[in-house]
C-alpha cells in the first residue's frame, strides 16, 4: 500500500500520465525548437558579454589612470562615479504577478492535455492582453494573492499519489535540505546530523544520514555506534513499530502533548518540568517568566488531553510545527510590567487562577499514627566495645602441641 492509499481522508498530488505518440512527437519538436532557440541565445549572450568585459577592462584603466592622475584611491573614484551600488534584500512574500499568472493558468490551460498546455511566456502575454487584470483595486489584488497562498498551503500539504513519486520528493527535498545546512554550516561554522527513514515496509525512499564537517564522529567516540548502525535501527523501528499515523482526536492529543512539553523543557532548561494549564498566569509567567504566545484562536487554552475536536487539534498541531505557536522566556521589563498588572487585579479583588481546595479539617492539629509519634531511642554502646576491627599481634607464639603434632606427621 502507498502513503496514499494509508490516508484517504489527505489531498492527493495526482501523477501526470503518460504521453501518447502525437504527444511525444509534438514535445520532441518543441524541445528541438528550444534546443536551437537556446543555442542562439548564448551566441548572443556571448557576444555581449565579451562587449561588457571588454568595457569594463577599459573603464579600470581609465579609473587607475584618475586616481593617479589626482592622488586619490580607486574606490574614492568608484563611488563618486556611482559604480557602487547597494542592493537591499527583496520580500519572499507572494507576488501579484505571479498571482495572476496562476490565475490565468488555471484559467486556460485547466482542460487542455499534457503536452499541449500553454507556456509560461504565452501565459504572460495572455495577462498583459486581458483588461480585466489591469489596474486592479486593493481587494482584488488580495484576491489573487490569497488564491495562489491557498494553493501553495495544498501542494504543501498533500501527499503523493505512488511510492515511486513519494521517493522522488523524498530525494529532491532531501538534496535540498543537505545544500542549505553545507552553506550554514560554512557561513556559521554550526554543527548539524540529520538522520532519514522511511517510515512504512512498502515505502521505497531509502534511509539515509547526513552531517557536516565531522559531527558524525560523535557517534562513534562518544555513544560507540555508527552512524549506518543508527540508520538501520531507526528504519527497523519506523517499519516494525506499528505506527499509527492516522490524524485522530487520540493521535493528535499525544502529538499536540509531546510538541508542548519539548518546547516547554527546552526553553526552561529542565526536564521534570509540567505545564499548569489551570494556573498558567501564576505557576508559568509570574515565577518562571514564562509564556506561550501564538495560540490559535477560537481554541480555549487547556490541556490537548481535554481537548476533543479534531479540527482544533489540528490547529494547535500546525501552530506548534510551524513555529507560530511557541514558548518564549519574558524579558525583565516584560515580568514587571505582568507583576504590576497582576497586583493591581489583586487589588480589585479579582481572583486570579483556581485556588486550591481547603481541606475540611484545616486548623486542626492532627496527631501522628503508629510508632512516628514514639520518641526516639538513642542506641547506647557497650562497654569496651568499639567499631574498629581489633588489630593483630606483631609475632605468634607456637606451643609444644603444635611442634609435636608436626613432628609426628
Not at 40 to 45: F, G, L, P, W
Request: glycine share 4%; proline share 3%.
Amino acid at each position: 500500500s502507498s502513503w496514499a492509499a494509508r490516508n484517504p481522508d489527505r489531498p492527493v498530488l495526482m501523477s501526470r500520465a503518460p504521453l501518447n505518440a502525437a504527444q511525444k512527437a509534438q514535445a520532441n519538436a518543441r524541445r528541438a525548437s528550444r534546443k536551437i532557440s537556446a543555442a542562439q541565445r548564448k551566441e548572443t549572450e556571448d557576444a555581449l558579454t565579451g562587449a561588457i568585459r571588454q568595457l569594463l577592462a577599459e573603464q579600470n584603466d581609465r579609473i587607475e589612470a584618475i586616481a593617479s592622475e589626482h592622488g586619490v584611491t580607486q574606490d574614492k573614484v568608484k563611488k563618486l562615479m556611482g559604480g557602487e551600488r547597494y542592493y537591499k534584500k527583496g520580500s519572499r512574500n507572494t507576488q501579484l504577478a505571479n498571482a495572476l499568472i496562476h490565475a490565468k493558468a488555471q484559467e486556460v490551460n485547466a482542460d487542455r492535455p499534457r503536452g499541449a498546455k500553454y507556456s509560461l511566456d504565452e501565459i504572460r502575454e495572455m495577462v498583459k492582453a486581458d483588461e480585466s487584470m489591469q489596474n486592479l483595486v486593493h481587494e482584488e489584488q488580495q484576491e489573487y494573492i490569497t488564491k495562489l497562498n491557498e494553493r501553495h498551503a495544498l501542494q504543501n500539504m498533500s501527499i503523493c499519489a505512488t511510492n515511486t513519486a513519494a521517493a522522488r520528493d523524498v530525494q529532491s527535498t532531501l538534496d535540498n535540505v543537505f545544500k542549505m545546512l553545507d552553506g550554514l554550516a560554512l557561513r556559521t561554522g554550526i554543527y548539524t546530523c540529520l538522520f532519514a527513514s522511511r517510515g512504512y515496509v512498502y515505502d521505497t525512499a531509502q534511509a539515509t544520514w547526513f552531517g557536516t564537517d565531522n559531527v558524525m564522529d560523535f557517534w562513534e567516540d562518544v555513544l560507540q555506534t555508527e552512524a549506518d548502525e543508527i540508520t538501520r535501527k531507526l528504519e527497523q523501528w519506523a517499519c516494525m513499530a506499528d505506527l499509527d499515523e492516522r490524524e485522530t482526536v487520540q493521535n493528535m492529543q499525544r502529538v499536540c502533548t509531546r510538541l508542548l512539553n519539548s518546547g516547554l523543557r527546552t526553553i526552561a532548561k529542565q526536564r521534570d518540568i509540567r505545564i499548569n494549564y489551570t494556573n498558567f498566569d501564576i505557576a508559568m509567567k509570574e515565577k518562571l517568566a514564562i509564556d506561550l504566545k501564538g495560540w490559535p484562536e477560537g481554541v480555549p487554552f487547556q490541556s490537548p488531553t481535554s481537548i476533543n475536536d479534531l479540527k482544533a487539534l489540528l490547529k494547535v498541531r500546525d501552530a506548534l510545527k510551524d513555529g507560530s505557536c511557541r514558548w518564549f522566556r519574558m524579558s525583565p521589563r516584560q515580568r514587571e510590567e505582568y507583576a504590576a498588572e497582576l497586583a493591581a487585579r489583586r487589588k480589585k479583588g479579582d481572583v486570579i487562577g483556581k485556588p486550591r481546595k481547603k481541606r475540611a479539617d484545616a486548623g486542626v492539629p492532627h496527631k501522628r499514627k503508629g510508632k512516628e509519634n514514639a520518641p526516639l531511642r538513642k542506641r547506647v554502646r557497650a562497654a569496651g566495645s568499639s567499631t574498629q576491627a581489633p588489630k593483630s599481634v606483631e609475632y605468634i607464639d607456637t606451643t609444644d602441641e603444635e611442634d609435636t603434632s608436626e613432628e609426628e606427621v
